[in-house]
């Protein structure tokens, strides 16, 4: 099966007044990631305003099963965020993004490459997938793959 890179489509700015709903704090040994209880509220208002045009964008329908889901797993929170917009995505459309979550966990911005990594070994029939992730500046990132 080969992919490639049909089109990106830019990024929703979340907000000015979001930029400290992430924070990463480096040592000598680790670094620690703080989501904050406002980033997926966030998330959900201003993604709840843009979402059915990124599905007909992408799908070019409202069809959200016709399209593998790629959604960045930053948390638990933020997976099921998803399920709750309108149209909301299934945890059937999310399969990638829980199996990351649940047998990785957040891996910052290696977390897409396992979720995308999964979706490209797998037998899916889909010919459509979408990566949703964070961007600078706190947005939200889409890209649009077709198989060829």
């Not at 703080?34 to 329908?61: F, Q, R």
């Not at 910052?108 to 459509?128: E, G, W, Y």
Request: one cysteine or more.
């Amino acid at each position: 099966k080969q992919w490639y890179q049909r089109r990106v489509r830019g990024g929703i700015l979340l907000s000015e007044e979001t930029a400290d709903h992430i924070s990463m704090k480096l040592t000598e040994s680790c670094y620690s990631l703080t989501l904050s209880k406002d980033l997926v509220p966030a998330l959900m208002t201003v993604l709840g305003t843009h979402w059915k045009g990124v599905i007909e964008e992408i799908s070019k329908s409202r069809d959200t099963g016709s399209v593998e889901w790629l959604v960045h797993p930053g948390g638990r929170a933020i997976i099921d965020a998803f399920t709750k917009l309108s149209p909301p995505l299934s945890n059937q459309d999310l399969k990638y993004s829980n199996k990351v979550m649940r047998d990785r966990g957040n891996l910052v911005s290696a977390t897409l490459v396992f979720v995308l990594d999964l979706m490209l070994s797998s037998n899916t029939d889909k010919k459509k997938a979408c990566l949703v992730g964070p961007g600078p500046g706190l947005e939200l990132k889409f890209m649009s793959l077709q198989r060829v």
